[in-house]
């Protein structure tokens, strides 16, 4: 019997979930270790395949565990791995982009060459079966002679708008070319071969904090042989495009291939009223199969094999069938895409690719305010809030960098671990108050009692250790139950005494709140409970899931009839209200920061049309259904599935998304003097008008 491929996954992050459950499905392959410099992160996806747990590349090599690794770490370190591991006689699949420029590609190809081990792309959406399909029916020739190939990636990138800032991805102009280019440009390289980059265009440009300007719009025109190639990028609020386009001289083949779907408009020998109502039928046709076919393939899977799920699972087939090296995801073909990306980054205007200098600073920060969390949408607010107010604060981000590069002489960004309760402590030495605006999105409870309730608790503890005066911690008026709409929702209303059919996140952040204020009653925490409503404003994102879910940017279910008053609030009121926390006489209090009753849910999107002239598909959403397909999940997870710790679904905790219960926001108002936003015509401009919601 032959022994499986034993497969190492090199970071552990989103995208290494989409590698792991791939590769867990491809016969003959065995994810066997999951390393990370976060062990928490790397321990919470090794349990799922019984995986190895290493928090250094070198740890992992010594052990002898791996025949290959899985390279998924931001893209600036993938080129130092990636040689690394292949000098140690490890075949490397590392995401795109593989590297910062062709040459590192090359660099890494010449060392696999040498080593006699294969270096292959994470192009994986070449692995899709409707991808395979087009390439193969060009080939033969059923397209006819091919004299254009169009590539479109149309999808909205909210770190654009509303962070975080520090991405790999945002860190130069270039970065977003290349992220998003292998995915265009790979296709190209594979259907016709190396292209000539004629022409660059961007547009629709957006400025990151400190006046830093990207650009949300590339056009690229090339041309391979005699097919003109044009390529797209759009990151805007925009209708989701990623399609790939060919039109032959017999036919035009188009390609969607976020939805694995494969289209194929021909001409036919009909006359007159027949012939184009035959082309239509055969387009209905088409799209019919194809929704039937991947509504089934998702039914028979329990929703597992979404079409970028079977991106991966393709690209995996391919690369551990036994077979040699799949020119798909060569090495060889790295090198063309990144080349390909090169030449056309030489063709950008230097002006359109300078990262803005930021203000020399004059001086060293003394913070009295520490910020956990304030690289996110509220705590970018507040830390401005502060620094005009007249503080120095200090933010606790995973990197060195953050979102406010105009303010050198008033914000210093820190590294700490929220795991860590010296590290914590450290970072709040010479601080008067520290705001808490951490949250955990985690899938389990446990996750979260380790993640959000102890990440909470620990940052009391430090608060303690180093002498804080105030703690003010954000939680969430999701914690409540909303459901009723004869009751009204002030501070002394409190959580469901059974929280275990409520979503994990409300759960956990009331949770988090008992265990403070427990401290407080016990040790004497100074703390305060800030809870929030839905918050809009410059900089917050148009998809707001507090508002209903949605299909993309144009289209939204909102939570329920969608007629009830909702609980919005302006970003820079809650700041405000924050600040207000600071020295007031209020320890062991909670504050539910909800700005005046003005909009419904409808209303909302009524005036996003009338202010920027966009009519967004707004549909009720029945609570009920919403209910009972999350039981049927409930139970297909639980028993069919097997999967350990599944939330019991609750009518209440769909019906609280409606937020039918309407607030009472008399104690903020009373007790802080806060004054949130109370014209109707001035919310709406702060809200919507200038808040860039969809990018340009």
Same mark, same amino acid.
């Given at each position: 019997?032959?022994?499986?491929?034993?497969?190492?996954?090199?970071?552990?992050?989103?995208?290494?979930?989409?590698?792991?459950?791939?590769?867990? &499905?491809?016969?003959?392959?065995?994810? #066997?270790?999951?390393?990370?410099?976060?062990?928490?992160? &790397?321990?919470?996806?090794?349990?799922?395949?019984?995986?190895?747990?290493?928090?250094?590349?070198?740890?992992?090599?010594?052990?002898?565990?791996?025949?290959?690794?899985?390279?998924?770490?931001?893209?600036?370190?993938?080129?130092?791995?990636?040689?690394?591991?292949?000098?140690?006689?490890?075949?490397?699949?590392?995401?795109?982009?593989?590297?910062?420029?062709?040459?590192?590609? %090359?660099?890494?190809?010449?060392?696999?060459? #040498?080593?006699?081990?294969?270096?292959?792309?994470?192009?994986?959406?070449?692995?899709?079966?409707?991808?395979?399909?087009?390439?193969?029916?060009? %080939?033969?020739?059923?397209?006819?002679?091919?004299?254009?190939?169009?590539?479109?990636?149309?999808?909205?990138?909210?770190?654009?708008?509303?962070?975080?800032?520090?991405?790999?991805?945002?860190?130069?102009?270039?970065?977003?070319?290349?992220?998003?280019?292998?995915?265009?440009?790979?296709?190209?390289?594979?259907?016709?071969?190396?292209?000539?980059?004629?022409?660059?265009?961007?547009?629709?440009?957006?400025?990151?904090?400190? *006046?830093?300007?990207?650009?949300?719009?590339?056009?690229? $025109?090339?041309?391979?042989?005699?097919?003109?190639?044009?390529?797209?990028?759009?990151?805007?609020?925009?209708?989701?495009?990623?399609? +790939?386009?060919?039109?032959?001289?017999?036919?035009?083949?188009?390609?969607?291939?976020?939805?694995?779907?494969?289209?194929?408009?021909?001409?036919?020998?009909?006359?007159?009223? +027949?012939?184009?109502?035959?082309?239509?039928?055969?387009?209905?046709?088409?799209?019919?199969?194809?929704?039937?076919?991947?509504?089934?393939?998702?039914?028979?899977?329990?929703?597992?094999?979404?079409?970028?799920?079977?991106?991966?699972?393709?690209?995996? *087939?391919?690369?551990?069938?036994? =077979?040699? %090296?799949?020119?798909?995801?060569?090495?060889?073909?790295?090198?063309?895409?990144?080349?390909?990306?090169?030449? &056309?980054? *030489?063709?950008?205007?230097?002006?359109?690719?300078?990262?803005?200098?930021?203000?020399?600073?004059?001086?060293?920060?003394?913070?009295?305010?520490?910020?956990?969390?304030?690289?996110?949408?509220?705590?970018?607010?507040?830390?401005?809030?502060?620094?005009?107010?007249?503080?120095?604060?200090?933010?606790?981000?995973?990197?060195?960098?953050?979102?406010?590069?105009?303010?050198?002489?008033?914000?210093?960004?820190? =590294?700490?671990?929220?795991?860590? !309760?010296?590290?914590?402590? #450290?970072?709040?030495?010479?601080?008067?108050?520290?705001?808490?605006?951490?949250?955990?999105?985690?899938?389990?409870?446990?996750?979260?009692?380790?993640?959000?309730?102890?990440?909470?608790?620990?940052? @009391?503890?430090?608060?303690?250790?180093?002498?804080?005066?105030?703690?003010?911690?954000?939680?969430?008026?999701?914690?409540?139950?909303?459901?009723?709409?004869?009751?009204?929702?002030?501070?002394?209303?409190?959580?469901?005494?059974?929280?275990?059919?409520?979503?994990?996140?409300?759960?956990?952040?009331?949770?988090?709140?008992?265990?403070?204020?427990?401290?407080?009653?016990?040790?004497?925490?100074?703390?305060? $409970? *800030?809870?929030? @409503?839905?918050?809009?404003?410059? =900089?917050?994102?148009?998809?707001?899931?507090?508002? =209903?879910?949605?299909?993309?940017?144009?289209?939204?279910?909102?939570?329920?009839?969608?007629?009830?008053?909702?609980?919005?609030?302006?970003?820079?009121?809650?700041?405000?209200?924050?600040?207000?926390?600071?020295?007031?006489?209020?320890?062991?209090?909670?504050?539910?920061?909800?700005?005046?009753?003005?909009?419904?849910?409808?209303?909302?999107?009524?005036?996003?049309?009338?202010?920027?002239?966009?009519?967004?598909?707004?549909?009720?959403?029945?609570?009920?259904?919403?209910? #009972?397909?999350?039981?049927?999940?409930?139970?297909?997870?639980?028993?069919?599935?097997?999967?350990?710790?599944?939330?019991?679904?609750? !009518?209440?905790?769909?019906?609280?998304?409606?937020?039918?219960?309407?607030?009472?926001?008399?104690?903020?108002?009373?007790?802080?003097?806060?004054?949130?936003?109370?014209?109707?015509?001035?919310?709406?401009?702060?809200?919507?008008?200038?808040?860039?919601?969809? @990018?340009?």
């Amino acid at each position: 019997m032959t022994s499986p491929t034993r497969i190492g996954l090199i970071g552990a992050g989103y995208i290494a979930t989409w590698h792991a459950e791939a590769l867990a &499905a491809t016969p003959g392959v065995q994810v #066997a270790a999951v390393c990370d410099l976060s062990e928490n992160a &790397a321990k919470a996806l090794a349990i799922g395949y019984g995986a190895r747990v290493f928090s250094t590349v070198d740890e992992l090599i010594a052990a002898k565990c791996c025949d290959a690794v899985h390279i998924l770490t931001p893209p600036h370190l993938h080129k130092e791995i990636a040689l690394n591991c292949i000098n140690h006689g490890l075949h490397v699949l590392v995401e795109k982009p593989v590297a910062e420029s062709a040459s590192e590609t %090359q660099e890494i190809q010449s060392a696999a060459e #040498a080593a006699g081990v294969h270096f292959n792309a994470g192009h994986n959406f070449l692995g899709l079966p409707s991808y395979e399909r087009l390439k193969s029916d060009m %080939q033969a020739g059923a397209y006819g002679r091919i004299s254009t190939l169009e590539v479109n990636w149309a999808l909205p990138l909210a770190p654009l708008r509303s962070g975080p800032f520090n991405l790999w991805l945002l860190r130069e102009p270039k970065n977003l070319l290349l992220e998003l280019g292998p995915h265009l440009m790979a296709f190209v390289v594979d259907l016709l071969g190396a292209p000539l980059i004629k022409q660059v265009k961007l547009s629709k440009p957006t400025d990151l904090p400190g *006046a830093d300007t990207r650009y949300q719009s590339w056009r690229i $025109i090339a041309a391979v042989g005699d097919v003109d190639v044009t390529l797209n990028i759009s990151l805007v609020e925009t209708m989701d495009d990623r399609s +790939v386009t060919l039109r032959g001289s017999s036919a035009r083949a188009r390609l969607d291939y976020a939805q694995d779907v494969l289209i194929v408009e021909r001409e036919n020998t009909s006359d007159l009223i +027949v012939n184009p109502l035959r082309r239509q039928l055969d387009l209905s046709r088409q799209h019919l199969w194809q929704g039937l076919k991947n509504a089934g393939i998702q039914l028979a899977s329990l929703n597992t094999k979404n079409p970028y799920g079977r991106s991966f699972r393709g690209m995996d *087939a391919a690369l551990y069938s036994g =077979g040699a %090296q799949d020119p798909r995801f060569s090495g060889a073909s790295a090198v063309t895409v990144m080349q390909a990306i090169d030449d &056309a980054l *030489a063709l950008v205007p230097d002006f359109k690719l300078q990262v803005a200098t930021p203000p020399v600073q004059t001086r060293k920060p003394k913070p009295t305010a520490l910020v956990i969390g304030g690289t996110g949408f509220i705590g970018r607010a507040l830390t401005r809030r502060l620094v005009a107010d007249g503080r120095d604060v200090r933010v606790l981000s995973r990197g060195r960098s953050g979102p406010f590069p105009d303010l050198p002489d008033q914000v210093e960004t820190v =590294g700490a671990s929220l795991h860590d !309760l010296d590290q914590l402590t #450290a970072a709040m030495q010479g601080v008067d108050v520290v705001f808490n605006l951490a949250k955990a999105l985690e899938t389990t409870w446990e996750a979260c009692l380790q993640n959000d309730v102890g990440v909470a608790t620990r940052i @009391g503890e430090a608060c303690e250790k180093a002498g804080v005066k105030r703690l003010i911690y954000t939680g969430t008026i999701a914690s409540y139950d909303m459901s009723d709409p004869k009751v009204q929702i002030t501070e002394d209303t409190g959580f469901p005494e059974d929280m275990t059919d409520r979503n994990l996140y409300a759960r956990s952040k009331a949770e988090c709140e008992r265990q403070l204020m427990q401290m407080h009653r016990e040790r004497g925490l100074p703390v305060v $409970i *800030a809870r929030p @409503g839905i918050v809009v404003g410059e =900089g917050g994102p148009l998809q707001h899931w507090g508002i =209903g879910r949605w299909h993309g940017a144009g289209a939204v279910r909102i939570w329920g009839h969608g007629r009830n008053i909702l609980p919005f609030v302006l970003n820079d009121d809650i700041a405000d209200g924050l600040v207000r926390m600071i020295d007031a006489d209020v320890e062991g209090q909670s504050f539910n920061l909800i700005g005046e009753p003005m909009l419904s849910g409808r209303a909302y999107f009524d005036a996003i049309n009338q202010a920027l002239g966009a009519r967004l598909r707004v549909s009720p959403g029945n609570l009920y259904a919403f209910y #009972a397909s999350d039981a049927v999940k409930y139970g297909l997870k639980k028993y069919a599935l097997r999967k350990k710790g599944v939330i019991r679904p609750s !009518l209440a905790d769909w019906k609280s998304r409606a937020h039918f219960s309407p607030f009472v926001n008399t104690r903020p108002k009373e007790v802080l003097g806060w004054q949130p936003e109370s014209d109707p015509a001035r919310f709406v401009e702060r809200a919507i008008t200038r808040a860039n919601l969809f @990018g340009f």
